[in-house]
């Protein structure tokens, strides 16, 4: 057990914001990919586009009697593979550029991972830590209404994603049954995934972005000869997928010796205990003021010693200016674009290893899949077979991208591309463009 430091002074953190384009990361670093596969110039051009860009307004009640309007999106990138399918965030900074660049991940990520879907995300523009339970409830229904047929099971699926969890989900699901006639309800269980176990929900989905995040650690480990065991780690971001990955990290053995949230940054040498900090950040609204650890700014926390950095929050967080502070041996992308293309450059100028987002993040969309099977055909798995499922999907896509970085000689962000474009290439071609 780590020693206990009490924390003293509350040292300000500059807290992670994005500060550029997302979309713009995403078409560099598709460029990269396509220039070095030679891709078709013709599927660059569909792929370089999401299929839909749909904006909603829409009023909300407040619990004071007051109106509001929020601002929400659904982009659907590509559906080429499957059904348009991602999660819906609620944040403040969410907006079109975002959400746009997000979608067009998802559609990669399945690719990758093999899995029959396309890519989409969406979100509402707003901070939920600044609404009751109430006014997030009317919130998530209203919106839900607000996209009446854009989103179905067989169409587009919504699942969790920043700040969103099963009881949202649950609500998404209530709201978009009730807009259909009574005879289809039964059978339209699976129009969103990351639902509640006992509504629909798969067991195994809570923790499936954490524990494919783990699995891929779990490869690498092996392929490096690397000892978990005796690993340091550190987190950025301790919601569901951090404090998951933190979870199953610490199971091998691994210690995390810093975490960092919005609410501030912390480090202990020592080690800190992942379970212990996850029910402290449940009660307390984030990592800041645990008491097993002293408190650090954002400097400190990126330039912490240690063998593995996971960030798990938001986009543009290792940039020109952070990724020279890192001393870690390999990257673990839990979030959604944590590396802008200047930190890329730098990571692999310092030889870090990096386990990019569209790989090392898809256990969420995985299990999501399961989930989506399991309500098409009225089954429910257990812990073990959709563990045991998530594993060899896993490490199948690991594989992929592992050996298309050596025949293309590439890092292997570039190398999880060339895997989803190929696949989507071979699709494209034996379709067709109609007309
Ligand atoms: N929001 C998660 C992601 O970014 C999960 C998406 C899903 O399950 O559809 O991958």
Redesign the pocket.
């Known amino acids: 057990m780590p020693t206990a430091i009490p924390v003293t002074t509350k040292i300000r953190t500059r807290t992670p914001t994005r500060k550029a384009s997302v979309y713009d990361n995403v078409v560099r670093q598709f460029n990269r990919a396509a220039d070095l596969m030679d891709l078709d110039e013709n599927i660059r051009k569909i792929l370089a586009t999401p299929v839909n860009e749909i904006t909603v307004h829409f009023p909300v009640k407040m619990d004071d009697g007051r109106i509001e309007m929020f601002t929400g999106f659904r982009v659907q990138h590509n559906n080429t593979l499957g059904p348009f399918?991602?999660?819906i965030r609620f944040h403040q900074n969410a907006d079109l550029d975002e959400v746009k660049a997000?979608a067009t991940?998802?559609t990669w990520?399945s690719a990758i991972v093999d899995i029959p879907f396309g890519g989409a995300?969406g979100g509402i523009r707003f901070d939920p830590s600044k609404h009751s339970q109430a006014e997030l409830e009317r919130i998530t229904r209203r919106f839900t209404w607000a996209l009446g047929q854009n989103i179905g099971p067989e169409y587009d699926?919504?699942?969790?994603?920043v700040n969103t969890n099963a009881q949202i989900m649950a609500w998404m699901l209530d709201t978009y049954l009730t807009s259909i006639p009574p005879q289809d309800r039964g059978r339209c269980m699976h129009v969103v995934?990351?639902k509640p176990v006992g509504l629909g929900g798969s067991l195994g989905r809570e923790k499936a972005?954490g524990q494919g995040l783990m699995f891929c650690v779990e490869e690498w480990a092996k392929d490096r000869s690397f000892d978990l065991a005796k690993a340091s780690y550190t987190v950025q971001g301790f919601g569901n997928v951090g404090s998951w990955a933190a979870r199953l990290m610490d199971q091998h053995g691994s210690r995390l010796v810093a975490a960092e949230d919005v609410t501030g940054a912390i480090s202990n040498p020592a080690g800190i205990d992942a379970e212990e900090l996850t029910k402290y950040v449940k009660d307390n609204r984030g990592v800041y003021g645990f008491p097993k650890a002293v408190p650090v700014d954002h400097e400190a926390f990126f330039s912490t010693e240690a063998d593995i950095f996971i960030p798990a929050a938001l986009e543009n967080q290792i940039t020109g200016q952070t990724a020279s502070m890192l001393r870690v041996k390999m990257v673990a992308e839990g979030a959604?674009g944590p590396t802008d293309p200047f930190g890329d450059i730098l990571l692999r100028k310092s030889g870090v290893d990096v386990l990019p987002d569209i790989l090392a993040?898809?256990g969420?969309?995985v299990?999501?899949y399961f989930e989506w099977l399991q309500n098409k055909r009225s089954e429910y798995w257990d812990l073990d077979e959709v563990d045991g499922k998530l594993h060899r999907k896993i490490v199948a896509a690991y594989q992929r991208v592992r050996n298309a970085a050596k025949e293309y000689d590439t890092d292997w962000r570039t190398a999880a591309y060339t895997v989803a474009l190929a696949r989507l290439q071979k699709v494209y071609e034996a379709r067709g463009v109609f007309p």
Do not use: R
């Open positions: 399918k991602g999660g997000l991940w998802m990520k995300k699926i919504p699942a969790p994603d995934t990351g972005t959604n993040n898809s969420g969309v299990v999501s």
